[in-house]
T-cell receptor, first 116, second 110 residues
C-alpha cells in the first residue's frame, strides 16, 4: 500500500524549541512538497524539491524554517526557534517521477504542531 | 485578488441532489486543475483532475473546465452524507507549483 508517511503525527512544544518534521514520499516519487494549513490561511506551499534539489522555498520564512532532502526517501522540515504562530498542520505531498504534466499530488497524514 | 478563489460555504444539499462547487483562477497560463476532498482532521485526497476544456466524468463526479472564463467546477451527482467534506480546488501555475483555494465546505443532509 503506497502512501506518504509523516512523523511525528502530533507535536506539542514550547516557544523557542527546535521542531523537526519528517516525510517519506511514495517510492518512485521524485518531487516532494511541504505545505502548512491553518484555518485562517488555508493550505500554503512552503517549499518543494525535485530529485532532492530545492526548486522553490519562497513560501517559507527563511529566518527560522529550513527544508532538506538528504536522500530520496526522506524530506525534513525544521523550525528553529519555534513560535506560537507556527502552530498549524504541516503536510508533505509527493508527485510521481512518471507524472509527466499531470502534477497529481499525494498527501501524507500531516503533523499537527502546537507551540505554546 | 487571490490566485484561486472558492466560495467558503457551507454549501448544504439534501441527500440525492446534485452538489455544484465552483472555482475561479487568475493565471491564464494555468494548465492543470485539480479537485481534492478533505475530511475534517484528515489530509487532502485527490478526486479529480482536468486539463482540457469541457467535462470529465468519473463515477458520480464531473469536473468542468472553461479556460476562457478561467472557471473550474465540480459536480457531485446523487450526493451522499459521506460526501460531506471540504473540497479544495487546486491550479498548477507552471512547473510543479500548485496553488490551492481556501476550500468549500459541503454538507449533505440525510
Amino acid at each position: 500500500d503506497a502512501r506518504v508517511t509523516q512523523t511525528p503525527r502530533h507535536k506539542v512544544t514550547e516557544m523557542g524549541q527546535e521542531v523537526t518534521m519528517r516525510c517519506q514520499p511514495i517510492l518512485g516519487h521524485n518531487t516532494v512538497f511541504w505545505y502548512r494549513q491553518t484555518m485562517m490561511q488555508g493550505l500554503e506551499l512552503l517549499a518543494y524539491f525535485r530529485n532532492r534539489a530545492p526548486l522553490d522555498d519562497s513560501g517559507m520564512p527563511k529566518d527560522r524554517f529550513s527544508a532538506e532532502m538528504p536522500d530520496a526517501t526522506l524530506a525534513t522540515l525544521k523550525i528553529q526557534p519555534s513560535e506560537p504562530r507556527d502552530s498549524a498542520v504541516y503536510f508533505c505531498a509527493s508527485v510521481s517521477a512518471e507524472a509527466g504534466n499531470s502534477y497529481e499530488q499525494y498527501f501524507g497524514p500531516g503533523t499537527r504542531l502546537t507551540v505554546t | 485578488q487571490k490566485e484561486v478563489e472558492q466560495n467558503s460555504g457551507p454549501l448544504s444539499v439534501p441527500e440525492g441532489a446534485i452538489a455544484s462547487l465552483n472555482c475561479t483562477y487568475s493565471d491564464r497560463g494555468s494548465q492543470s486543475f485539480f479537485w481534492y476532498r478533505q475530511y475534517s482532521g484528515k489530509s487532502p485526497e485527490l478526486i479529480m483532475f482536468i486539463y482540457s476544456n469541457g467535462d470529465k466524468e468519473d463515477g458520480r463526479f464531473t469536473a468542468q473546465l472553461n479556460k476562457a472564463s478561467q472557471y473550474v467546477s465540480l459536480l457531485i451527482r446523487d450526493s451522499q452524507p459521506s460526501d460531506s467534506a471540504t473540497y479544495l480546488c487546486a491550479v498548477n501555475t507552471g512547473g510543479f507549483k500548485t496553488i490551492f483555494g481556501a476550500g468549500t465546505r459541503l454538507f449533505v443532509k440525510a
